[in-house]
């Protein structure tokens, strides 16, 4: 099966071209309809693991076994002592997946949790304000992404993300909610999220001061904001699609943040990890909504939105035979980092460095983005992409970062973020949505912090 698909991946080899362009690529009138999205209409894969599906979070499962450090910190990649808030949430994901299904069991679990959250509460913070972007995962020192020690700021995307899962656990494994409490009560929140409830990250300039600017762009930054919800935080205007515009691709119209790169200084780039992500933990629903019918979405524009981005990549392959399943990944070699988009800076099919370097070789069919559809969205399309990924693995490292679009092989990377999403997939086939409430009950950050309509209250507890 796999060499059947790397055939398919070598049928074009990805051309930059303006979103205009693109726009006149669509399919034909036989192929779709302008503005048709199928995708509304799929069902979910939700059911037991099979015996493939079994071994596949297994082998993700490996990269944990690998990359766990005594401090109780996970590698964010294979055998490099050094992790970010985001990655820390995926290693979460990954325990929760593994004891959920199986692979570990309830003591195991409950040690790695436990382990986990000590190393957390034990973090120095940026500027004594939040976690750092980055910590060595030996140490537990502050560091810079050369694993250097040193404070660089702070991410509200990841700390975003980390929430989730941290509530996330609270809710499964009620025993360790005090030390996560503990943890997310020294968090000093005023700088991250605004009254107004826009989300802020902090950088070091030039002087050595910090700086703090606005982040986030669609889909991330909703995403991101409903951790901060689910903790009472207000993230009014961080919630909010807006500004956003749509482009025609393929036949969709893909929506995308109206914000100009070259004013604001952030890529506007749409890829699949967000709506991914907001899709197993959330089931597109709002962040407090404890619903369990997974048919229905309380929030609807997050749904469609994500029903978009998956067509005009489907839409891709019917029209030139390339598999696609978009999202940012890791490399083996410089730049080792892209965002390899369905859009941003003002082109479709935009494969990005950080910087805003084109490097369309390093174009690839991501893992994590692929078999998040296939759970996602049962598709003929979608199984052709499960088979294409399936044997991406190393049996004793994990699965790989992705599949080259040109044809070349696999990315032979191992992440903590590929192999945890992978999990947390499986998972989600398995059970449905992944924030599943506990019973109600007045925990420690209650007592502690009072919800108000422009922020969070401290009070004696």
Known sequence: M?????????????????????????????DCKPGDVPAARYERRIGPLTDTEMQMARIAWKYFENNTQPSGLANAVDNY????MWDTASYVGAIVAAHQLGIINAQQADQRLGKLVEALGSLSFFRGELPNKVYHTKTLEKVDYGNKPGEIGFSALDLGRLLVW???????????????????????????????GMMFGALVGKDRKTEYVQEGRLGYEEYSAKGFE?????????????????LPIYCVEVPYDARDPRKYYQHNYVVSESYVLDGIEFNWDLANDRGTDDAKHSHPWMAGFAHRVYQAQENRFRATGILTARSEHQLEQDPYFVYDTVFTDGYAWNTITEAGKYVPEFAAVSLKAALGMWALWKSDYTDRLFNAIVNQRDPNRGFYEGVLESGKGPIKAFTANNNGIMLATLLFKAQGKLLR?????????DRCRKPTPTGLEARPC
Not at 6 to 16: I, M
Not at 81 to 84: R, V
Not at 233 to 245: D, G, I
Not at 437 to 445: I, K, N, T, V
């Open 230 to 246: 689910l903790w009472g935080v207000n993230t009014e205007l961080a919630s909010r699609a807006e500004p956003y515009s749509t």
């Open 2 to 30: 796999m060499r059947s698909s790397l055939r398919s991946f070598a049928l074009a080899v990805l051309v930059a071209l303006p979103a205009w362009a693109c726009a006149q690529q669509a399919l034909g009138q036989a």
């Open 437 to 445: 409430w506990g019973p109600a009950h007045e925990s420690l950050w």
């Open 81 to 84: 002592p050094s992790s970010t």
């Open 166 to 196: 941290l509530k996330i656990v609270k809710e499964r494994y009620p025993q360790h909610a005090d030390g996560i409490d503990k943890f997310v009560l020294r968090w000093k929140f005023d700088n991250v999220v605004d009254r107004t």
